[in-house]
């Protein structure tokens, strides 16, 4: 087959549902917290609904100062975040919750959504990982998806990274993936680190890319690489201008988040992420 049949459009079965049709974007005082606002209204269905969500909290000082907000504070970042999100089109509301736990509060309030939105953190993985962090506790334990917001509009790059990591790939990251694709108008550039194969890996592969072809009307483009899968999803990304990465979390906890490619990842790369959680707690 010539290779300019195998690159094709393929038959379009089914159109992709929306699934991001509900969205909580968490505000602080930090200057990163808007981006979760603005990736969030790239990201979120046609006719989606979101959610502000800003707490108060007068406390901190040194290096935290900067994202703790008293009331008066607080309801300035809303009025614009909200502003931001009716500006793109959405429908979405205010919520100012009293001092309390900020991670407690944002947690208890994405459990009603499709998926939690969040600006970058400003502080270093291990930073975030001692201190139990709103960003590192949701890659492991948070019952929605997860969007890690960066400056980059999602739409820069010609295509979005989908990072496979196996049989363990669920149907739901392959469908995350056209979806985001698509509503992007993106190609998709499907990556897979290759270490202790099974023997039933490259089945696996090419059934997950036959998936996502039959979403997309068209191939993604496929990179298999003996590779460390942090670095090899970090360096694909740099050198291909990506500007979102697709990957799912097994959603471990404690020492074990310490080896988490997720949570590595979200660290380290420049671009923003889409967390899909592919397995139950």
């Not at 005082?29 to 790239?42: I, L, P, Q, Y």
């Not at 703790?68 to 300035?76: E, T």
Request: aromatic share 2%; hydrophobic share 45%.
């Amino acid at each position: 087959m010539s290779a300019t049949a195998q690159m094709r459009s393929v038959t379009l079965p089914r159109p992709v549902p929306p699934i991001f049709l509900d969205v909580l974007c968490a505000i602080d005082g930090t200057r990163t917290a808007a981006r979760g606002v603005d990736r969030a209204c790239e990201l979120a269905a046609p006719g989606a609904r979101l959610t502000i969500l800003a707490c108060e909290d007068e406390r901190g000082s040194g290096l935290w100062a900067s994202a703790v907000m008293n009331p008066a504070r607080a309801h300035r970042r809303l009025r614009r975040a909200v502003g931001r999100a009716r500006t793109a089109g959405f429908e979405a509301e205010a919520v100012l919750e009293p001092q309390g736990s900020v991670v407690d509060e944002v947690f208890e309030h994405a459990a009603s959504h499709g998926l939690l939105a969040l600006g970058a953190p400003v502080v270093s993985r291990w930073a975030g990982l001692l201190i139990g962090g709103v960003t590192s506790k949701a890659l492991h334990q948070l019952p929605s998806s997860l969007l890690i917001a960066r400056a980059q509009p999602l739409a820069t790059g010609e295509q979005i990274l989908l990072a496979i990591g196996g049989p363990q790939s669920t149907p739901g990251l392959i469908d995350a993936a056209a979806y985001a694709a698509r509503r992007l108008d993106r190609g998709v550039l499907m990556v897979h680190a290759v270490e202790d194969e099974s023997r039933s890996a490259p089945h696996h592969l090419a059934a997950q890319q036959e998936r996502l072809a039959k979403a997309l009307g068209r191939e993604p483009e496929l990179v298999v690489a003996p590779d460390d899968p942090v670095d090899l999803i970090v360096r694909v990304a740099r050198e291909r201008g990506i500007s979102l990465i697709v990957m799912g979390s097994r959603r471990v906890g404690g020492l074990r988040a310490l080896g988490s490619v997720t949570e590595k990842a979200a660290y380290q790369t420049n671009c923003s992420i889409l967390v899909v959680h592919t397995k139950p707690r």
